[in-house]
T-cell receptor, first 113, second 113 residues
Framework: GNSVTQMEGPVTLSEEAFLTINCTYTATGYPSLFWYVQYPGEGLQLLLKATKADDKGSNKGFEATYRKETTSFHLEKGSVQVSDSAVYFCALSRNSGNTPLVFGKGTRLSVIA | NAGVTQTPKFRVLKTGQSMTLLCAQDMNHEYMYWYRQDPGMGLRLIHYSVGEGTTAKGEVPDGYNVSRLKKQNFLLGLESAAPSQTSVYFC????????????FGPGTRLTVL
């Protein structure tokens, strides 16, 4: 079946540090891959996505590259800010109609000034 | 354009009581989903709907029922609440035409005593 594994948190970084959150997946075919972010007290919102191999999704300084050979979609940011403190979810969706998203368990990031 | 809204935001129930959570979207989306979020478990799909009048079971459907009588609304019912249903519930919707991004509501925090 389809599954997503992401690194367990919590992750605590100082402001301006480099961030990597690892995500690997298992899926049949060629899924679309997503990173969602959940700020405290809010619902999830899409951060970035990639729909085919070698695509790079980017938004708000975050990037992730769809690596089919390693079945990975690691999230990176060169310089984190306190406002990036949130829970980050990696997810996949098979590229067919109504297939629901499959989420990883989430990684909590805390950035301290 | 309100996006996805959920009612209520908070609720406390006693074991055995019933309630209905309402999700509404104004984006004319075909697909709608109900998830629950528990610490360390990520998001798990309860039920989903691919269109008005249709519903399907997700990963953790037991103890819940759903209805999609109108395209814009997706109701989640608990007939006899149990403490194990204490959770944060999220609704999401997605267009039926090509896109894979799901749009999430702000969540309902339910406590069952």
């Amino acid at each position: 079946g389809n599954s997503v594994t992401q690194m367990e948190g919590p992750v605590t970084l100082s402001e301006e540090a480099f961030l990597t959150i690892n995500c690997t997946y298992t899926a049949t075919g060629y899924p679309s891959l997503f990173w969602y972010v959940q700020y405290p007290g809010e619902g999830l919102q899409l951060l970035l996505k990639a729909t085919k191999a070698d695509d790079k999704g980017s938004n708000k300084g975050f990037e992730a590259t769809y690596r089919k050979e390693t079945t990975s979609f690691h999230l990176e940011k060169g310089s984190v800010q306190v406002s990036d403190s949130a829970v980050y979810f990696c997810a996949l969706s098979r590229n067919s109609g109504n297939t629901p998203l499959v989420f990883g368990k989430g990684t909590r990031l805390s950035v301290i000034a | 354009n309100a996006g996805v809204t959920q009612t209520p935001k908070f609720r406390v129930l006693k074991t055995g009581q019933s309630m209905t959570l309402l999700c509404a979207q104004d984006m004319n989306h075909e697909y709608m989903y109900w998830y629950r979020q528990d610490p360390g478990m990520g998001l798990r799909l309860i039920h989903y709907s691919v269109g008005e009048g249709t519903t399907a079971k997700g990963e953790v459907p037991d103890g819940y029922n759903v209805s999609r009588l109108k395209k814009q609304n997706f109701l989640l019912g608990l007939e006899s609440a149990a403490p194990s249903q204490t959770s944060v519930y999220f609704c999401a919707s997605k267009t039926g035409t090509g896109g894979h991004e799901q749009f999430f509501g702000p969540g309902t925090r339910l406590t069952v005593l």
